[in-house]
């Protein structure tokens, strides 16, 4: 079976790497510039746009989501990597979790469809990861935290026990989130944050001068 990488991205040569790491190497990836139909992506052939995908019935390709997000202060900017993995779950095409060779991954903990742990990235014991989260490079997701579908935990951000992050929120690089604080759906946490209260659905946490959280 093929495994092809969606979006020919930054993400996704980190995504490739860490396919690489564990001895997958993917098929191709897609892109919707033409011109770049032919070219190599971290050493992958860029075969066409995501259309092509169509092309393969859903037991002969698996997909990983290389598309990333940049975060504002008012959107998370998920919602098109959302959107992108929604749209090919529900044509029935599957999505396996991807995990660096480097991560370090609790036995217990939960992983959702889609679920990417990037290099160097700890997923501590009673952790729940929901689908198409991204755990980028060395964030620390401790234990009996919870993490909402289509969030991004960036990298070097910590989230402390029994934290939750809602879904589509976006934790910020080298943020901290304390024990036991909710960080609600679709919210923003700017880089470098330390979150010591709830941050409420939509909102934001942090300073207003970080401008790409």
Known sequence: MSLIVLSAGGHA???????????????????????RVGTMLGGIPITGPDEDILKMTIDQVKLANGLGNR???????????????????????????????SA?????????????????????PATWIGRNVLINTRAVVEHD??????????????????ASVGEGAHVGAGAIVLGGIS?????????????????????????DRVAHP
């Open 145 to 162: 935290c919870q993490v909402g579908d289509h969030a991004h935990i960036a990298p070097g951000a910590l989230l402390c026990g029994a």
């Open 71 to 101: 975060a504002s202060r008012s959107d998370s900017g998920l919602s098109c990597r959302r959107d992108l993995f929604q749209r090919f779950v529900a044509l029935g095409y599957a999505f396996p979790v991807i995990s660096h060779a």
């Open 13 to 35: 040569r980190v995504v490739i790497e860490a396919l690489l790491s564990r001895g997958t190497r993917p098929s191709a990836v897609t892109d919707r510039d033409s011109a």
């Open 183 to 207: 960080v609600g759906a679709g919210s923003v946490v700017a880089a470098g944050a330390v979150v010591a209260k709830d941050v409420e659905a939509g909102g934001f946490a942090g300073d």
């Open 104 to 124: 370090v991954i609790a036995s217990d903990a939960s992983l959702g469809e889609g679920a990417q742990i990037m290099a160097g990235a700890i997923i501590q």
